[in-house]
């Protein structure tokens, strides 16, 4: 059984960093793709980043380029999220997710989800 466990969520000023976590178990030596996405009040979900199983190349919105960055930890089963120069835009419910066999960083291409960890930036 896949889990996903998102963790370092919370608040921080514009400007400011925040890294979060996303405890990966259960997938075997399938490819998959991990993603990060999340949704503001009265939003749709977005994509965020993607990272793959393997080969870990990497996937952004535009919206967050060149100020977040995905990495993958294969030895501690993790996928983190460094965000740094944190907008009010970017606050939201943040999820972590994994789809077997796809590199379509989209929501609908995901089998699993994490329970999502707050991220709130305040000017």
């Known amino acids: 059984q896949v889990h996903l466990e998102e963790s370092g969520g919370g608040s921080v000023q514009a400007g400011g960093s925040l890294r979060l976590s996303c405890e990966v178990s259960?997938?075997?030596?399938?490819?998959?793709?991990i993603g990060w996405f999340r949704q503001a009040p009265g939003k749709e979900r977005e994509a965020i980043s993607c990272?793959?199983?393997?080969?870990?190349?990497?996937y952004y919105a535009d919206s967050v380029k060149g100020r977040f960055t995905i990495s993958r930890d294969n030895a501690k089963n993790t996928v983190s999220l460094q965000m740094n120069s944190l907008k009010r835009e970017d606050t939201a419910v943040y999820y972590c997710?994994?789809?077997?066999?796809?590199?379509?960083?989209?929501?609908?291409?995901?089998?699993?989800w994490g329970k999502g960890t707050l991220v709130t930036v305040s000017s």
């Open positions: 259960g997938y075997g030596s399938e490819y998959y793709l």
């Open positions: 990272i793959s199983s393997n080969e870990g190349s990497a």
């Open positions: 997710a994994g789809g077997y066999y796809t590199q379509r960083c989209l929501a609908d291409a995901m089998d699993y």
